[in-house]
């Protein structure tokens, strides 16, 4: 059996709200606990900061990609189990998709919503069947699932684009959403 391996996108600042860094740090040791690989954007600043080191203190393989011009911006974390500077952001999102299973958005800015997009259109165009949750800590989510919704109302989308993803409202709903999906 093959290790699962669960992409993480969010924020590379850690937001306003504790309870943001509290699940981000609680994804990670999470992905230990189940012997899962995280693939995230290879910052060692924000929330992606958080998730990698708690990961990596729990004892779980970690898979960064980042591009050349963020290395210093977001501080590339390079003692990583792996670690890949991409030239593009388009590339640094193609390879953390292509090396996993599964999809965990935690809160962040404009980043993290291209890259839930990204994925989500990808899916709407059958390109892949994997799980995309958003942890949703503290209705942080609340209004872009609400924007999808109106999206479909709207009929820019096909009600399917609803089932696209999951909301969860902490770290330990989204661990239990993941642990069927990925056995």
């Not at 809160?107 to 259109?121: H, I, K, M, R």
């Not at 989510?141 to 684009?161: K, R």
Request: charged fraction near 20%; include cysteine.
């Amino acid at each position: 059996m093959t290790q699962k391996s669960v992409c993480v996108f969010c924020g590379s600042r850690p937001g306003n709200d504790p309870a943001y860094l509290a699940d981000a740090q609680a994804i990670g040791r999470g992905l230990a606990d189940n012997n899962w690989r995280l693939v995230y954007g290879a910052g060692d600043v924000g929330l992606m900061g958080a998730v990698a080191r708690a990961a990596q203190d729990a004892g779980a393989p970690t898979f960064g990609v980042i591009p050349e011009h963020l290395v210093k911006w977001e501080v590339g974390k390079t003692d990583l189990t792996q670690y890949i500077v991409t030239e593009t952001m388009h590339e640094r999102k193609k390879v953390m998709f292509m090396n996993c299973d599964a999809v965990v958005v935690l809160p962040g800015g404009a980043g993290s919503l291209d890259e839930l997009f990204e994925v989500l259109t990808w899916r709407q165009l059958g390109l892949h069947q994997k799980p995309v949750i958003l942890l949703n800590t503290n209705g942080y989510w609340d209004p872009l699932v609400q924007l999808l919704q109106h999206i479909v109302d709207s009929d820019f989308a096909e009600a399917s684009l609803l089932d696209y993803f999951v909301s969860v409202p902490d770290a330990a709903a989204a661990l239990k959403v993941l642990q069927p999906a990925l056995s």
